[in-house]
């Protein structure tokens, strides 16, 4: 019942730029912190943004960190990633997730209770 639907992901150049949302729907729960991950073909899937509001702290991978920016609008129960500067080595299937345990337990994966199914983004040379 609980679900998240990522949005926005496509192919763009390299330099350019995509803004990736995550929608909750269904039934309702309680968050206090939203990540998005990615997975590229043969790799494992890697953190690469998370954001907390209780407490508030936020957290990018050191490859995205300047380029891509974490968001959340809370009325309308999304979470954003707007990704400047891509490259192709950014090329993978983005996932939100979302986290609805109150302390602070870090940002692995094992953290999040429940996933979207992912949106794809392909950077081209």
């Known amino acids: 019942q609980v679900q998240l639907v990522e949005s926005g992901g496509g192919l763009v150049q390299a330099g350019g730029s995509l803004s990736l949302s995550c929608a909750a729907s269904?039934?309702?729960?309680?968050?206090?912190?939203m990540g998005w991950f990615r997975q590229a073909p043969g790799k494992e899937r890697e953190f690469v943004a998370g954001?907390?509001?209780?407490?508030?702290?936020?957290y990018y991978a050191d490859s995205v960190k300047g380029r891509f920016t974490i968001s959340r609008d809370s009325a309308k129960n999304t979470v954003y990633l707007q990704m400047n500067s891509l490259k192709p080595e950014d090329t993978a299937v983005y996932y939100c997730a979302a986290d609805t345990t109150r302390e602070f337990r870090g940002w692995g994966q094992a953290v999040y209770d429940y996933w979207g199914q992912g949106t794809q983004v392909t950077v081209s040379s």
């Open positions: 269904g039934r309702t729960f309680t968050s206090y912190a």
């Open positions: 954001i907390r509001w209780s407490p508030v702290m936020w």
